[in-house]
Every structure is written in structure tokens, then in C-alpha cells.
T-cell receptor, first 116, second 114 residues
Framework: GAVVSQHPSWVICKSGTSVKIECRSL??????MFWYRQFPKQSLMLMAT?????????EQGVEKDKFLINHASLTLSTLTVTSAHPEDSSFYIC????????????FGEGSRLTVL | AQSVTQPDIHITVSEGASLELRCNYS??????LFWYVQSPGQGLQLLLK??????LVQGIKGFEAEFKRSQSSFNLRKPSVHWSDAAEYFC????????????FGIGTKLQVIP
């Protein structure tokens, strides 16, 4: 199957700093990618839909100024957590839609963010 | 709005025993249903999906699931569990359009004992 890679796998940062997480589709082009957040013992919550070349579509309750999404190329979407606070600590997962596989979603490994 | 309930947060089975993971969904129309597996430190991998047709769906790694509209269920089964099946399993329901706007259940963590 297609491969999606996230980087970094884990990151620790100080409160108030910004952190960028990358999501890459390695062997296919993805015009649409999705960002999720997973709290401990909870489900994946869709945060936003990232569309190549246009603004991301955020789910209700997700602060777009807090979670900046950029999808500048067909293989890369980035999520920047701005002015991070301890409550932003979480597991962030991306997925990419592979239209060559009937639109199937392929997921990255996830990125564990810890804000001190 | 669509929703998914996985009533079992944690299940322990012996290697070689059969497995059934429960999933109930709520959706106003014909649902698109999925089962994903997540191993530690890994992303989610699609095990199987139901869009239409035969209500018994075969997936990878020997898993199958049965769609029962009358019970709003999509339970995952495997006749004989292997130690490598230990992971977290997520049931998900999708809106019209298939894969997009997928809502996930809380997940069931499977432990396999020798």
C-alpha cells in the first residue's frame, strides 16, 4: 500500500514556542490530507482537512490561528502548533487520500507532542 | 451526526482463541464502515471496509466483519488470534463520499496471552 510519513515522531517543547509537524505522502500525490488529534484513551478527532493549494477547512471548535495548516505541494502538508501550551500535548496523526486507490486513506505514524 | 460506539475498551484473549470486537454505529443513511488497526508507534492500517453488497466482509490478516443493519453493528471477528494481533482496533463510520469525514470509535485494545 501507499506510504505516509510523519516527522517528527515525538517532540518536546517549552510552553510558548511553536512546533511544526510534517506529513508526507512518499509514493503518491495527495491533494487532500487530514489532521487528527488523539487524546489518551480517546478516539481520533478530525481537526481539519488540508487541500493542496487552498486554505484548510477546520472542524468546529478547532482554532485555526492556533493550528496552522499548510499544504503547499501534492506530497506535503504541515501542521504548526503556535504558542504551544501544556494542554496542546497530544498525539497528532495525519492521513492522505490516495485517489489512485479509490480515495483510500493512508495514515502516518503519528507525532507525540509534549509541551512543558 | 454520525457516531461510533466500541463498548469494550480492553480485551484479553489467549493465543489461538477466537476473537470478536464489537462496534455499533449511528448514522442516518447507509453507512460506510471501516475497521483500522494501530500498533504501538504506528499509524492506522485499514483492515477491511464495507460500502455495499455482501454484508460479510473479508479483510487482511484473516479478519472479517459482518454488517447487521437491524442491529446497527459491524463486529470484527477472527477465528484464531495470533500474538502479533495485539494492537488497538478502531471502528469507524464514514459519511457519503466514502473515506472522507470518517468518525472513529474510542478503540479497543487487544492483549494476547500465550
Amino acid at each position: 500500500g501507499a506510504v505516509v510519513s510523519q516527522h517528527p515522531s515525538w517532540v518536546i517543547c517549552k510552553s510558548g514556542t511553536s512546533v511544526k509537524i510534517e506529513c508526507r505522502s512518499l509514493d503518491f500525490q495527495a491533494t487532500t490530507m487530514f489532521w487528527y488529534r488523539q487524546f489518551p484513551k480517546q478516539s481520533l478527532m478530525l481537526m481539519a482537512t488540508s487541500n493542496e493549494g487552498s486554505k484548510a477547512t477546520y472542524e468546529q471548535g478547532v482554532e485555526k490561528d492556533k493550528f496552522l495548516i499548510n499544504h503547499a505541494s501534492l506530497t506535503l502538508s504541515t501542521l504548526t502548533v503556535t504558542s504551544a501550551h501544556p494542554e496542546d500535548s497530544s498525539f497528532y496523526i495525519c492521513s492522505a487520500e490516495d485517489r489512485g486507490h479509490n480515495g483510500e486513506l493512508f495514515f502516518g505514524e503519528g507525532s507525540r507532542l509534549t509541551v512543558l | 451526526a454520525q457516531s461510533v460506539t466500541q463498548p469494550d475498551i480492553h480485551i484479553t484473549v489467549s493465543e489461538g482463541a477466537s476473537l470478536e470486537l464489537r462496534c455499533n454505529y449511528s448514522y442516518g443513511a447507509t453507512p460506510y464502515l471501516f475497521w483500522y488497526v494501530q500498533s504501538p508507534g504506528q499509524g492506522l492500517q485499514l483492515l477491511l471496509k464495507y460500502f455495499s453488497g455482501d454484508t460479510l466482509v473479508q479483510g487482511i490478516k484473516g479478519f472479517e466483519a459482518e454488517f447487521k443493519r437491524s442491529q446497527s453493528s459491524f463486529n470484527l471477528r477472527k477465528p484464531s488470534v495470533h500474538w502479533s494481533d495485539a494492537a488497538e482496533y478502531f471502528c469507524a463510520v464514514g459519511a457519503i463520499g466514502g473515506y472522507q469525514k470518517v468518525t472513529f470509535g474510542i478503540g479497543t485494545k487487544l492483549q494476547v496471552i500465550p
